[in-house]
């Protein structure tokens, strides 16, 4: 690929120096991909950062704070409970089908995302590397046992005949903005194994570190790839920066499409602002 940072703000995301930079990176196999919120902004997930939504307006869940309070873990589940209707009813757009058909023709070294919310997967992927895991499951701190998150929303709607809030917003985690005031009534149920109620979805919440092995096998894919290829992350926290770090630092191109800024741009080889979907379908054919 040429050296040289092209950006195309406001071409047509068909056609450009932008989109022709990428079809050369995306020419052959080894490209490694890493997604982010942006990626399903199409699919109806509202991203944090980026133009398709803005920041959230309650403060995340720490996971000191969920283990400590099981007032923290009972306002969690219910806005979860509320939340988890829009991630499970999601369905891939063009772009999550666009990262599968290049991994069915044979042109990927693996695919990282940072999302929970299986799209990838649902449009045909396969071996993705899930980095902050999956709203799918949910796991037990207390014995390790692991659940589907369908067979846990059975037991809290049994739980909380005709629980309802007012959602405002519906985070990337599944996290959904609700007034605290209206989670009052909310019933907790605990795990089937141990009845412990330290059950959380099996996701890597802020303060929680991604597991070890799990970075590992990003940093091999990484290393192992002719190319790197960000699709729909801002890159501001460390947990995705630091692969394209390791790339630019071992001098694998690497290329970001997304709609705003990342942290990443300054080591970017191709920037392309413009719609994720459109985009990866002319790459995909």
Same mark, same amino acid.
């Given at each position: 690929?040429?050296?040289?940072?092209?950006?195309?703000?406001?071409?047509?995301?068909?056609?450009?120096?932008?989109?022709?930079?990428?079809?050369?990176?995306?020419?052959?196999? @080894?490209?490694?991909? #890493?997604?982010?919120?942006?990626?399903?902004?199409?699919? @109806? =997930?509202?991203?944090?950062?980026?133009?398709?939504?803005?920041?959230?307006?309650?403060?995340?869940?720490?996971?000191?704070?969920?283990?400590?309070?099981?007032?923290? /873990? !009972? /306002?969690?589940? *219910?806005?979860?409970? #509320?939340?988890?209707?829009?991630?499970?009813?999601?369905?891939?757009?063009?772009?999550?089908?666009?990262?599968?058909?290049?991994?069915?023709? $044979?042109?990927?070294?693996? =695919?990282?995302?940072? +999302?929970?919310?299986?799209?990838?997967?649902?449009?045909?992927?396969?071996?993705?590397?899930?980095?902050?895991? *999956?709203?799918?499951?949910?796991?037990? #701190?207390?014995? *390790?046992?692991?659940?589907?998150?369908?067979?846990?929303?059975?037991?809290? /709607?049994?739980? +909380?005949? @005709?629980?309802?809030?007012?959602?405002?917003?519906?985070?990337?985690?599944?996290?959904?903005?609700?007034?605290?005031?209206?989670?009052?009534?909310?019933?907790?149920?605990?795990?089937? !194994?141990?009845?412990?109620?330290?059950?959380?979805?099996?996701?890597?919440?802020?303060?929680? +570190?991604?597991?070890?092995? /799990?970075?590992?096998?990003?940093?091999?894919?990484?290393?192992?790839?002719?190319?790197?290829?960000?699709?729909?992350?801002?890159?501001?926290?460390?947990?995705?920066?630091?692969?394209?770090?390791?790339?630019?630092?071992? *001098?694998?191109?690497?290329? =970001?499409?997304?709609?705003?800024?990342?942290?990443?741009?300054?080591?970017?080889?191709?920037?392309?602002?413009?719609?994720? $979907?459109?985009? #990866?379908?002319?790459?995909?054919?």
């Amino acid at each position: 690929m040429t050296a040289g940072f092209v950006e195309q703000p406001d071409l047509d995301p068909v056609a450009g120096p932008g989109l022709d930079a990428l079809r050369e990176l995306v020419s052959s196999a @080894g490209v490694a991909v #890493l997604s982010g919120a942006g990626l399903s902004t199409e699919s @109806g =997930i509202p991203d944090y950062r980026g133009p398709t939504g803005a920041r959230r307006t309650s403060t995340p869940m720490t996971y000191q704070e969920f283990v400590g309070s099981a007032a923290a /873990r !009972r /306002r969690y589940w *219910g806005r979860s409970y #509320l939340g988890w209707t829009q991630i499970a009813t999601a369905r891939p757009n063009e772009g999550h089908r666009a990262v599968a058909r290049l991994q069915r023709q $044979g042109r990927l070294a693996g =695919i990282i995302t940072q +999302n929970v919310d299986g799209l990838h997967q649902a449009a045909g992927a396969h071996d993705v590397v899930e980095l902050h895991g *999956g709203l799918d499951l949910v796991v037990c #701190l207390a014995c *390790g046992l692991r659940e589907r998150r369908t067979s846990l929303g059975e037991r809290l /709607r049994a739980a +909380n005949p @005709g629980f309802g809030a007012t959602v405002t917003r519906v985070n990337p985690d599944g996290d959904a903005d609700i007034d605290d005031a209206e989670l009052d009534g909310f019933a907790l149920v605990g795990c089937t !194994r141990c009845d412990s109620d330290l059950v959380k979805p099996d996701v890597v919440f802020f303060g929680e +570190n991604v597991p070890k092995p /799990r970075v590992a096998t990003c940093y091999d894919i990484v290393e192992g790839a002719r190319s790197l290829l960000v699709l729909g992350s801002s890159l501001t926290v460390m947990s995705g920066l630091r692969f394209v770090r390791r790339a630019a630092k071992l *001098g694998i191109p690497v290329a =970001i499409v997304n709609q705003g800024e990342t942290r990443g741009d300054p080591l970017a080889d191709v920037k392309v602002a413009a719609p994720l $979907g459109r985009v #990866l379908a002319a790459l995909a054919g």
